[in-house]
């Protein structure tokens, strides 16, 4: 069974540069939520999606947006990089409605972005 | 509007004696709570989570932690530590079920060192 996987697992761009990081979830999982952790601090919500709609969103500017496809997979759009978007993204997975586990969220290993 | 607070940034413990590690809560709702571990260059693991039933809350790997209305806290406890419990943990408040749509509140973490 695999959990959540990110792609890529590292990524350097530069100040002005737009980013897109991507995000399988754990099988049989239908929402997506993504989080950014910078460094030396605890994660900050950016947004959530289900059902292909974004559900909540976090105190994050117009400029990270997303996107989730029919099989759940998920994208995070970030433009206009500034050098302060550099953080480790953190992309996590649950089940609507989830017997037991309903409010449990699985995370991925991150991508960690660094902005020049 | 939820938060939490961890008191303790760094704790440090030698190996084989107790590990607490502080976490104060503050919430409008019935909250549900966790605590995940974050191991370098590792994703988040949940330890434990708390959703309205038992107060004493056993995890894996040997970790409990006591939901205390009154004192409004969820301090995590093991009773021996373990050289690979050195890792960051974190501790997270989000409101009940809203639908399956849980947004996770982390606070800043505690970074646990244990020394031989």
């Known amino acids: 069974d695999a959990g959540v996987t990110q792609s890529p697992t590292h990524l350097i761009k530069t100040r002005g540069q737009q980013v897109t990081l991507r995000c399988s979830p754990k099988?049989?999982?239908?929402?997506v939520s993504w989080y950014q952790q910078a460094l030396g601090q605890g994660p900050q919500f950016i947004f959530q999606?289900?059902?292909?709609?974004?559900?909540q969103r976090g105190n994050f500017p117009d400029r990270f947006s997303g996107h989730q496809f029919p099989n759940y997979s998920s994208e995070l759009n970030v433009n206009a990089l500034l050098l302060g978007d550099s953080a480790l993204y953190l992309c996590?997975?649950?089940?609507?409605?989830?017997?037991?586990?309903?409010?449990?969220?699985?995370f991925g290993p991150g991508t960690r972005l660094t902005v020049l | 509007a939820q938060s939490v607070t961890q008191l303790d940034s760094h704790v440090s413990v030698s190996e084989g004696t107790p590990v607490l590690l502080r976490c104060n809560y503050s919430?409008?709702?019935?909250?549900?709570l966790f605590w995940y571990v974050q191991h370098p260059n590792k994703g988040l693991q949940l330890l434990l989570k708390?959703?309205?039933?038992?107060?004493l809350v056993k995890g894996i790997n040997g970790f409990e932690a006591e939901f205390k209305k009154s004192e409004t806290s969820f301090h995590l406890t093991k009773p021996s530590a373990h050289m690979s419990d050195a890792a960051e943990y974190f501790c997270?408040?989000?409101?009940?079920?809203?639908?399956?749509?849980?947004?996770?509140?982390f606070g800043a973490g505690t970074r646990l060192a244990v020394h031989p």
């Open positions: 999606y289900y059902e292909e709609e974004e559900r």
């Open positions: 997270v408040v989000t409101e009940g079920f809203s639908g399956g749509y849980n947004k996770l509140i």
């Open positions: 996590a997975s649950s089940l609507v409605g989830g017997q037991g586990s309903g409010n449990e969220q699985f």
């Open positions: 099988s049989g999982h239908d929402t």
């Open positions: 708390y959703t309205s039933a038992a107060t």
């Open positions: 919430s409008s709702y019935s909250p549900s």
